[in-house]
């Protein structure tokens, strides 16, 4: 027998606004953690009129992303992002959602080669910019996390676009990244309303930046350079808006979250002086006998790096939920309960890698957990299934080779007191007062 979703464990709603309350003043993933221990396998609760459930357990999270994943289709974070991302795959659907996927730039053959091509570039960019950073001899801490999404950005720029963008666009990217976290706040804000007047201005430049460089990548016959944009030019089905989309899209959607975990690894290992000894005798000797040249497929060597990159995305995933939504018209069995058309369905790897139920010590950094693989759908900070995320492969690639370069050339001390806290920023997370660290020139 099926209860309905009524009968599922969650905390009493209150009139009119549910359980909105317990989302203010606290991040949506820590308060979902909180749920999960208190509720279980799955829970549910209420932002305001919308019926929305949690669920911690992997088979329930395989049968809404993979096995019944027809039932469900992803709604959420629309109204936040659309203004900002167009119409790209992150928030498309169905045959539009196919269609996207199938020829996305990252789903080019042979991408291999672009990344073959982009590995000096980043690792270029990476020396160049904390060369910049850190001149004088006597380094003084400095706020990290955001220098980090500064040199993200610079490596976007070189190796998706081919353009070293300057600091008008990255204005104009923090204010699209900061739209994108007002309207996640605000439930009601209708979609052509914006509360900041430069914003329109902003998007409407950084939009027409992206078409200059597609038409510009469009008149060359032969592929300009080694960015991504020139790499598909030639090929891509996707319409010039479609394209402009996409493209815009691995800013929004990747930027700052390579920056975060590229953070929680120095700051886990900075944490953990055996594990960054660890990191920083693999790296030196992998440089030492590659000749301090490698390529992508050697990056594959460096098991221990691969094992503190996993552990850290598994405590900070940085994107730590992400939701579908029960398609009108429909109902849906999940855990023995009947969902209603549009309940929205939450899974959150913050909350289900840091379930005790799930993971031993989980709190605890151990890379070496990661030796053997996890059971299935029980780490997914790219998310899982069909729509897992495109940009992975790109990303686990600049993390790797941003963090060979750092930790080969410097030395990385916390400042006193320096944790990693987290706050829930436009779909990501990120330290909540900075992540503050001295680093030494070896
Ligand atoms: C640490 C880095 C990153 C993490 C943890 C991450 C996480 C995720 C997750 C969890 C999803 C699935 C969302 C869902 O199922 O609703 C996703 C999707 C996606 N990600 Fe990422 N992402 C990262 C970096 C990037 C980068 C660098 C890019 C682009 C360059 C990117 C582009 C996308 C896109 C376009 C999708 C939508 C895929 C689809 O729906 O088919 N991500 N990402």
Known sequence: ?????????GPAPQFLIGNALDFVG???????????????DIMRFWLFNQASILINDPALIEQVLVSDRDSYYKNSPRKAAEPVMGDSLFLSNGRDWEFKRHNHPFSATHINNYFEQI?????????????NLQPSSTPKSVEFFGELVKLSFRIFGLTILGSAMNSDYFEAFNTLMQEMNNRGGQQFLPYPLSLNPKFWLQRQQWNNFIEKQISQSQQHSSPRGI???????????????????????????????????VAAVLFLCAKNPAAMQK????ITAFLEEHNNEFQQADVNLLKYLDLVVKEALRLYPAVPLFIREVLPGRTVTLGGYRIPERTQVFISSWSFHR???????PDDFVPERFTNVPPSFHYFPFGAGPRQCIGMAFTLLCTKVMLINIVSQYSLELEPGTNFDTTYFSGTIMPDKGFWIKLTKK
Do not use: C
């Not at 027998?1 to 464990?9: A, G, Q, V, Y």
């Not at 010039?240 to 975060?260: C, I």
């Open 279 to 282: 990191l920083e005798s693999e």
């Open 227 to 261: 960015d991504l944009l020139s790499f598909v030019i030639q090929d891509t089905a996707l319409s010039t808006t479609q394209l402009r989309d996409e493209l815009s899209t691995t800013f929004t959607a990747g930027t700052r979250n390579v920056a975060e975990a």
């Open 355 to 361: 379930n005790p139920k799930h993971w031993q010590n």
């Open 1 to 9: 027998m099926t209860n309905d979703i009524n009968h599922i464990p």
């Open 26 to 40: 606290t991040p949506s993933h820590i308060r979902l953690y909180e749920y999960a221990l208190a509720y279980g």
């Open 119 to 131: 590995l000096p570039i980043i690792r270029e960019t990476t020396d160049s910019y904390l060369e």
